[in-house]
């Protein structure tokens, strides 16, 4: 194996995602090395997109416009499912999980039509348009994690979608603000249009209440998506029931302390300390053994459904 492209790829998660960093400590060796590399290659994307480094500005990534530089992810994307030499540590990562996992080529472009609807600065009318997007940035993140897991129940794989979902519900909540400041609103109008706020009205102090009303709201949406993926967990081997349930219980977190600081939720980012990790992280031991014995209930029909696709294409 290369161990050029793991050490990439831990350092992207370290430096990437303080809240999964510690969570993806509990796969067994070859599903963490495979998490970690596609980790990388979704990092490396959403930078790429947004000429970051790591979530930070960097002008070396900013060449081109946004839209060229789509294209290229598209065009690297292809060459890496069709076995051509990569270059670039995240792509070459990402040529190793799709070839060993198998994944479908159609999640990996589901992924990138996340960032093209960040590129046309798609607009989102209704609660159900915001879930489409968080399906493109997040859950097919969580089906392409499943499949690394072994996953291939199509019921096992709505769950991991689901916790996508709930998580991408959870950053846009805690990151509202900041993603205001980049020009960017995944609130749906109509809640703004209930508070009669525009996009811009994010930005104004004044405002601060009723944005957290908003933020509270989203966060008690994700609720029934964290359930739904919780339920999810007897699906899959302990090891990465163990790691998914901690990093449930990491990210809920975050949710939570973004609801209970209401209007002062964006005076500083909401995160978890170490301590708080620890304590998650047995109890993401307790329900991942929990679920060996526990006879998950059906998903509820009312939750939004991913598509499903019989011959590889699908209209959203």
């Not at 999964?20 to 495979?34: E, G, I």
């Not at 798609?122 to 392409?144: I, K, P, Q, S």
């Not at 909540?173 to 249009?193: F, S």
């Amino acid at each position: 194996m290369n161990s050029t492209l793991m050490d990439h790829a831990t350092e992207t998660m370290a430096a990437g995602s303080k809240s999964f960093a510690t969570a993806s400590k509990l796969f067994d060796a070859r599903t963490r090395r495979s998490a970690l590399m596609l980790y990388a290659w979704c990092r490396y994307c959403d930078d790429v997109i947004d000429g970051q480094v790591l979530g930070f500005h960097h002008p070396a990534v900013s060449s081109g416009s946004a839209t060229q530089r789509l294209e290229m992810l598209k065009i690297e994307t292809q060459r890496a499912f069709a076995g051509a030499e990569m270059q670039e540590p995240a792509f070459a990562a990402f040529q190793e999980v799709a070839t060993r996992h198998t994944i479908p080529p159609q999640l990996a472009f589901d992924h990138l039509e996340g960032f093209a609807m960040d590129v046309r600065e798609t607009h989102y009318e209704t609660f159900t348009d915001t879930l489409r997007y968080c399906y493109h940035v997040a859950g097919v993140v969580g089906l392409m994690m499943a499949r690394v897991m072994g996953v291939r129940d199509e019921s096992v794989l709505d769950r991991a979608c689901d916790l996508g979902l709930a998580f991408q519900l959870t950053n846009i909540a805690r990151d509202i603000v900041e993603d205001a400041q980049a020009g960017r609103c995944y609130l749906p109008q109509a809640w703004l249009d209930e508070k009669g706020m525009r996009s811009a009205d994010i930005l104004d102090p004044a405002r601060r209440e009723d944005l957290a009303h908003l933020a509270q709201r989203l966060v008690a949406q994700a609720e029934p998506y964290y359930a739904s993926a919780r339920a999810g967990l007897s699906g899959l081997p302990l090891r990465s029931a163990w790691a998914i349930a901690s990093a449930h219980g990491v990210y809920r977190e975050i949710g939570v302390k973004v609801s209970a600081a209401g209007a002062r939720a964006w005076e500083t980012r909401q995160g978890t300390s170490r301590t708080e990790k620890i304590g998650l992280l047995i109890k993401g031991a307790a329900l991942a053994l929990s679920s060996r014995v526990e006879n998950p209930p059906p998903r509820s029909p009312e939750l939004w459904q991913r598509p499903r696709r019989k011959s590889g294409h699908a209209k959203l």
